[in-house]
């Protein structure tokens, strides 16, 4: 009936379709709606999929599809507004099922990371686990680890692990640092060794760049177009690196941003000593860079002088100070500015609150106060906040309001936070990596499981498909290795019997 359709009355008018379907695509979907009351031909005309395909696209849903994978796309866009009402509603009252990422007894996690619902894993033994949350598969596949020096003895702790949507990387406490590439396989594709303990690891959001510092050096790493990795630059700096970023979505070379206690460099191949900010006496307390900017707290001399400690943002263009915000007592642990909204910024600080950042005002648009120590671990949307605290406690705030929708609590302190619309990840890391009595060996499981460590991950989808409806405690198989009666719960395949 709709190709039958050549001319739309259009009031005192009759219309081509192609045209008056170019007028309708101003229209919202409650302009949609009155309009397919009006009569039976623009009924037909305001249904039409080209124009809820576009509404759909406009509004963040189903991007990588193409118009022809749905019949009907204005059914679809009232699926995903309605998933997405189910979701924040779980998210609000914390329905969901909670799953712990554990490797085996007796080891200690050391560091985690996380992408797009990919958890990565470094542990005590040298050994570095994946998981997939994406698909429940917690089997946590191992990646090879990198040979040492000697090739003999107990393989080195994992000092850092970082992942991205195509590499991943591990360093270890011999200066070794391994990079693979999960979709290849197992073994790594790129090994290196620096002469020193690294002090901090980098990997680009997106892009195959790496970025190491030992000692007096900062070296980047990347390969070539024929994908043969190189060295395309090394810096060598004045002071011990605390913190190390890559700039994200950067055409031609890495660039790379390092704090060395009070001073913050801009390393290009082209400008190797650039200086963005240097203040005697005012060490930089934490770090992050977004693509066209880096955020960084300082340290003030404190009410001697009347000057309380600040986040500077910087524009990584024109080498500028933006903006200071903050204004605090005390020294600011944690900046999260890359995944944050536009013109937004949250921070932690170890004076217990969680603060959001409103960079076009200049003042802080929100300010909670939760957690019983400073806070390690913050991260935030367009309308909630997840922030991780030194005694473990795990807080989900509604930033709109400030106010704390729940929270979680592990025995150690919650060194990574990362989540998406429907998953949350939280790692809490012991500060010890080997606890008093406990003698590591290859076999040894007698290490108690509240020394070792945990991984949370969090599933608020209400889809029933998304877990198969089989709680997390039913997911596990005989191949799980238990050491002793702590793990028997969780061994026990209730699903298989």
Known sequence: FQNEINEVPFFDMQLPYELALKIFQYLGKAELGRCAQVSKTWKILAEDEVLWY??????????????????CWKLALKNCRAREQMLKTNWKNRVGAVSQLRYEPGRVLCDVHCCDGVVMAGYTSGEVRLWDTRTWDHAAPALAAAAGPGGAGAPPHVSFVRINSSLAVAAYEDGAVAVWSPPLGPEPVRRFQHSQRLRALALAPRGPAVATASGLQVRVESPDDNGFWQTPATFEIHKLVNF??????????????????????????????????????????????????????????????????????????????????????????????????PNMLVAGNKDRRVRVFDLRRGEAACCAHGHRLGVSAVRMDEWKVVSGGEEGLVCVWDQRMGAKLWEMHARHPVRHVWFNSHILVTANIPEEKNPRGFSITEDDPSLHRKYQGVIYCYEFSGDPQAVDSVLPICRSSYHGVTGYSYNISLAVPYDSI
């Open 54 to 71: 576009h509404l759909c696209q406009e509004e963040g849903y189903l991007l990588d599809m193409s118009i022809s994978d749905h019949s």
């Open 244 to 341: 190390l970023n890559l700039v994200p979505d950067v055409t031609g070379s890495p660039v790379a941003v390092a704090a060395a206690e009070d001073i913050v460099y801009l390393l290009k191949a082209e400008d190797p000593g650039k200086i963005l900010h240097s203040v005697y006496g005012q060490p930089v307390t934490c770090l992050d860079v977004a693509a066209h900017e880096a955020a960084f707290g300082i340290k003030t001399f404190g009410w001697l002088l009347n000057e309380p400690n600040q986040i500077l943002l910087y524009n990584l263009e024109t080498n500028q100070c933006v903006t200071k915000v903050g204004n605090s007592i005390g020294d600011f642990s944690c900046v999260n500015l890359h995944s944050s909204p």
